[in-house]
């Protein structure tokens, strides 16, 4: 089964950037689908965007929309998210997984890494 190690959260001041990466291991990813996926205290995990397996199309909530930017490296099993113009709000810890549609695959989650955006 495939693992996933989140890593590049940080606490940033609102307006700053941030760009998360997603290392898999234990299998491919080039032919899946990826998403990223936020959970923020005392809310459900919700998502945050999808890209397909080479790049070309991508999706996102509508709340990152124009701020976050989500790309791919396949030849490195990686998955990244841009993050700018971040907001309090974005606060949360950030997770990646294979994606269908807008839900994650799995059954099961990394650690994921805590994004923190102070007023």
């Known amino acids: 089964q495939v693992q996933l190690v989140e890593s590049g959260g940080g606490l940033v001041q609102a307006g700053g950037s941030l760009r998360l990466s997603c290392a898999a291991s234990?299998?491919?990813?080039?032919?899946?689908?990826m998403g990223w996926f936020r959970q923020a205290p005392g809310k459900e995990r919700e998502f945050v965007a999808a890209?397909?397996?080479?790049?070309?199309?991508?999706d996102y909530a509508d709340s990152v929309k124009g701020r976050f930017t989500i790309s791919r490296d396949n030849a490195r099993n990686r998955v990244y998210l841009q993050m700018n113009s971040l907001k309090p709000e974005d606060t949360a810890v950030y997770y990646c997984?294979?994606?269908?549609?807008?839900?994650?695959?799995?059954?099961?989650w990394g650690q994921g890494t805590q994004v923190t955006v102070s007023s």
């Open positions: 997984a294979p994606t269908l549609g807008r839900r994650s695959t799995l059954n099961y």
């Open positions: 234990g299998r491919s990813i080039s032919s899946y689908f």
């Open positions: 890209i397909n397996w080479s790049g070309g199309n991508t």
